[in-house]
C-alpha cells in the first residue's frame, strides 16, 4: 500500500471538500433572503449540509496526516509543507468544537476561508517525505509542535469570530472621524488577509509557467576571527527578480513584462541565505494582492467590509464576542505548553539551553506575552466587545508573523522548513 500517494490524494479531496463546504455556508447565510424561502428551514437544511461537508473534509485531513505519518514514521510537522497542513486540519478541528457548542453557521463563512488559505499556502512548499534532522528526533516534536498549532487554531478561531464582530458592529453608512478610522482597518485587515492569497497566486502562476532565474552569490563563511573562507552559491528564483540576492551576478533570467534584470540588490543587513530570494518573493505577494483587491472593489464598486458587513445582521454580536472569548481562552493554555514549557524541555534536551533568543523563540514568548495581555485586559479590566475584537484580530496577525515571517524572513535555529 502506497502510503504517501493515499496521504496526496487525501489532501486534495480535503481541500475540496472545505471550498464545497464554504459554498454551502454561503448558500445556508445568504440563502435566507430568497424569494419564497421558509428562512429557519433553509438555514438549518443548508447549515446540515455544510457542517457535514465540512466533516467529510476533516476526515480526509485526518488520513492524509494519519498515512503521511505512517509511511514517514514521524509525525508530520516536520516541514513548512507539513506543518502548514497540520495546522490547517487542526483549525479545522476547532471549528468543529466551537460550531458543535455554539451552532453558528455564518461562523463557518469565516473560520472555511482560513483554513483553506493555509492549505493552499502549505501546497507552495515542496512536499517531499524528508528525514528528520538529528534535533527534531525526539517525543518531545510530537508534544511541542502539535500543542502549539492546537492552541494557534483556536486563536484562529476567535480571530474569525472577531473579525466577525467588527463587520457586525462597525456602521459602514456613518462618516465620523471614528467610524472612518474603523472601517479603515477593517479594510486592512482583509487586505492583509487577500496579500496572502496573492502570495499564493503568484507562486502558482509562475509555477506553471516554469519561471526561473539563477544567480551566482559571493558568500563568506567566518569559521574564526583570523580566517575567511569565500565561497560561491548559486540562488534559484522562480519569480522574477525585483530584488536580486546581495553581491550576486545573474546567471541566467528569463524576460517577464520586459524585466530581464533585477530592479536593486537586497540591502547587506538582512541575514539569511536566501535573504534576497525572500524579500523578493514578499514584494510579489503585496503587488499581487494589490492587484486582486482592487479588482474586487472595481467588480463590487465598493470596500469589501461594506459587502460583507450585511450578511452579519441577524446574528447576535454579543454572541460573537463571547465566542471569540472562548475559543481564545482555550488556546491559550494549550498554546502555553506547547510553545513555551515543552519547546525550552525540548531546547535544552536538543541544544543544551532552555533559551537562547533564536527569533522563533521571541516571537512564541511575544505571542503568549500577547494573548496573557488580551485575557487581562477581559477579566480585569473589562475589554469586550469592539476593543476585545480588534485585539483578537491583531492577536491573529501576530501568530501568522511567528509562523510564516518568522521562517520565511528571518535566520534562526527554526529555519529548517523547506522552503524552496
Known sequence: MNFLEISRQ???????????????????????????RDPKRHERKWGTISFATSSLGLLSHLVYCGTRWAYSGHIPVSNMYEFMSFLSMMIMVAFTVVFLI??????????????????????????????????????????????????????????????????????????????????WWVEF???????????????????????????VQNATNIDTKLEQDSTIEQEVYNLPPIVAPHDSKAVEVQPFLGMDRPWFEAPVWMKGAHAGRQLNTVLW???????????LRLILRRPLGALLAPALRSIDPDDLDEISYRAIAIGFPIFTLGALVFAMIW????????????????????????????????LSRG?????????????????????????LIIAGLHSYAGTD
Open 102 to 183: 455554539y451552532r453558528k453557521i455564518l461562523l463557518g463563512v469565516f473560520a472555511l476561508p482560513i483554513a483553506i488559505i493555509i492549505m493552499a499556502y502549505a501546497a507552495v512548499f515542496p512536499q517531499e517525505v524528508q528525514p528528520l534532522i538529528p534535533s527534531l528526533r525526539s517525543i518531545w516534536l510530537y508534544i511541542h509542535v502539535t500543542l502549539a498549532a492546537t492552541g494557534e487554531s483556536f486563536f484562529a478561531v476567535g480571530f474569525a469570530a472577531g473579525l466577525m464582530y467588527l463587520l457586525r458592529s462597525i456602521d459602514f453608512g456613518a462618516n465620523d472621524k471614528q467610524a472612518r478610522r474603523q472601517k
Open 383 to 407: 475589554f469586550q466587545g469592539r476593543k476585545a475584537s480588534w485585539l483578537a484580530v491583531l492577536g491573529f496577525v501576530v501568530v501568522m508573523f511567528t509562523l510564516v515571517g518568522v521562517n
Open 285 to 295: 505577494s503585496v503587488l499581487f494582492g494589490a492587484v486582486i483587491y482592487l479588482l
Open 347 to 378: 531546547a535544552q534536551q536538543a541544544w543544551g539551553r532552555f533559551w537562547g533568543w533564536d527569533p522563533k523563540e521571541v516571537w512564541a514568548l511575544i505571542t503568549w506575552l500577547y494573548y496573557s495581555a488580551y485575557l487581562h485586559l477581559r
Open 189 to 215: 485587515t482583509l487586505f492583509s488577509i487577500i496579500i496572502v492569497v496573492g502570495f499564493i497566486v503568484s507562486v502558482f502562476t509562475f509555477r506553471a509557467a516554469g519561471y526561473e532565474a539563477v544567480f
Open 10 to 36: 487525501a489532501f486534495v479531496i480535503a481541500f475540496y471538500f472545505y471550498c464545497l463546504s464554504f459554498i454551502f455556508y454561503v448558500v445556508a447565510v445568504t440563502g435566507k433572503t430568497w424569494r419564497n
